[in-house]
């Protein structure tokens, strides 16, 4: 260029510095496209067996969840220790938007209120990504008790304190913290009977070994449309979609009382930015889908998507609740 004139000479020089570049630009596009999230399917933990609410959930919202993020997402159950095997599974992972856990409300505030030496730390271990649904628990009854509302449970037990027990799908589970917390509020007492797992509660309650159980909506909806038991009372801050005539605690006249359990996605605490935010929009959107919203309800779930944050909240204003009731129940982990 040592003949051309000094414009010419900057002019090709910027010419060749604008091909460089271009072709620089060309050659990392692909880069940067492969390494943009998701680049490969992502993994969803359930840390319950094959079957359960949890499972179920999953596996519906996973399909439309994997479209909305263009991967597939991949369901594997690592059930264990009350949702602590696969809950430490994903606190230990890489926080790079691949492993996710899908859990309920017993992995982030019942576990933690039964153990302070956990694998995992309730809020400082995962990132939420956004809550999925709510799990409404009902009080239900035999069906030749003299009770039919919680009104009359509660004359029923001041009249003869030391006479009704009730069952639960296990001690220190959602559905004993649940119902803790009501006779605390209604002011009565009923001893505990903990069972492992829904189907021996419920057929000791068909049965009349005991008068009443707590336990899911989904669980109790088979019994109640079969006649063999009745319902009394639902613990949420509002009725089951599925039992729209079986009034709340807080409809009984003890205003604000709210205690179900609820499912949220989560990622290990560090997700980065762009991977949380593709995440969340996908989630967002699949909890959005009017088929989702009837599955769930159909299999006696509601459908109540709140963000990452949202979830966050939950979890720091659940805690402490959870503990003071451990301790004030002497609820004990099994």
Known sequence: MKHLPLSRRTSVAMSIAAIAAAAAGVGF?????????????????????????VDIVGRLISKKLGERLGQAVVIENKAGAGTIVGA??????????????????????????LNNKLPYDPVKSFEPVGMVARVPLILLAHRDVPVGNLKQLIAAVNRA????????????TTGHFAAELMWSATGIKLMHVPYRGSAPAMSDLIGGQIPFTIDTVAAALPQL???????????????????PDVPTVAENGFAGFAADSWLAVVAPRGLPA???????????????????????I?????????????????????????????????????
């Open 29 to 53: 596009a692909p880069l940067a496209h492969a390494d943009s999230y998701p680049a490969r399917p992502v993994q969803l933990i359930v840390p319950f067996p094959p079957g359960g609410a």
């Open 88 to 113: 430490s599974f994903v606190a230990n992972a890489p926080a790079d938007g691949y492993t996710l856990l899908i859990s309920s409300g017993s992995t982030f505030t019942v576990n933690p209120a």
């Open 161 to 172: 304190p030391d006479k009704f027990s009730y069952g639960s799908f296990g001690a220190g």
């Open 225 to 243: 449309k079969g006649g063999k038991i009745k319902p009394i009372v639902v613990t949420g801050a509002a009725r089951a979609t599925q039992l």
């Open 274 to 296: 762009d991977a949380k935010a593709k995440l969340g929009k996908a989630l967002s959107e699949t909890m959005a889908d009017a088929e989702i919203r009837s599955k769930l």
């Open 298 to 334: 159909a299999s006696g779930l509601e459908q109540a998507y709140a963000p990452g944050d949202a979830v966050q909240a939950q979890i720091e204003d659940e805690l402490p609740r959870m503990r003071a009731i451990a301790q004030r129940a002497n609820i004990r982990a099994e």
